[in-house]
T-cell receptor, first 117, second 117 residues
Framework: SQTIHQWPATLVQPVGSPLSLECTVE??????LYWYRQAAGRGLQLLFY??????ISSEVPQNLSASRPQDRQFILSSKKLLLSDSGFYLC????????????????FGPGTRLLVL | AQKITQTQPGMFVQEKEAVTLDCTYD???????LFWYKQPSSGEMIFLIY??????QNATEGRYSLNFQKARKSANLVISASQLGDSAMYFC??????????????FGTGTRLTIIP
């Protein structure tokens, strides 16, 4: 079965510091990978998605970036954090390829709570 | 552009009663998928149920069923015999097929369900 991991679980960082959040998927190959952000009490905002190694699409221009150095690894980074970067960051995966929509259900990791002070 | 509307920010339901969470959507694509996720206080997004736009029957998964009314563009989640563990945020989401490789899920703002003993 497939599992998705995220770390760290929680993070408190000062404004202007760098950020690196990691997401890894097990039990599948060539997954589609996604980074979402959820502000307190709000819905999910898609930040980045990737359909393959080195292939990153950005949905929202901001000071965050994403990379996919390996097939099942997705990293969210920032060189200098802003207060507005605080939130709950969720990584998700789905099967790749043009298959039925049901098969492309997105499955989420446990998330990382980021507080920028 | 896709849009998902959840008009109930919060609901209180007596334990063992059935509950309906509303979701309406808007898309110009004839092929799309609708998803419901549960987010308990731990933060993880848990996939509950999927409905395809061409599915002839309403989706069911255990105590969860989806009341899909295509003409009205609604996809309400029904939870039968509610339990205390059902207390959580519930998100409706949609994925369309407008562009091949369009991997985006659009989420509603969510409904916070509280089950009362």
């Amino acid at each position: 079965s497939q599992t998705i991991h995220q770390w760290p679980a929680t993070l408190v960082q000062p404004v202007g510091s760098p950020l690196s959040l990691e997401c890894t998927v097990e039990g599948t190959s060539n997954p589609n990978l996604y980074w979402y952000r959820q502000a307190a009490g709000r819905g999910l905002q898609l930040l980045f998605y990737s359909v393959g190694i080195g292939q990153i699409s950005s949905e929202v221009p901001q000071n965050l970036s994403a990379s996919r150095p390996q097939d099942r690894q997705f990293i969210l980074s920032s060189k200098k954090l802003l207060l507005s970067d605080s939130g709950f960051y969720l990584c998700a995966w789905s099967r790749s390829g043009f298959s039925g929509l049901r098969e492309e259900t997105q499955y989420f990791g446990p998330g990382t709570r980021l507080l920028v002070l | 552009a896709q849009k998902i509307t959840q008009t109930q920010p919060g609901m209180f339901v007596q334990e063992k009663e059935a509950v309906t969470l509303d979701c309406t959507y808007d898309t110009s694509d004839p092929s799309y998928g609708l998803f419901w996720y549960k987010q308990p206080s731990s933060g993880e997004m848990i996939f509950l149920i999927y409905q395809g736009s061409y599915d002839q029957q309403n989706a069911t998964e255990g105590r969860y069923s989806l009341n899909f009314q295509k003409a009205r563009k609604s996809a309400n989640l029904v939870i039968s015999a509610s339990q205390l563990g059902d207390s959580a945020m519930y998100f409706c989401a949609m994925r369309d097929r407008f562009r091949f490789g369009n991997e985006k899920l659009t989420f509603g703002t969510g409904t916070r369900l509280t089950i009362i003993p």
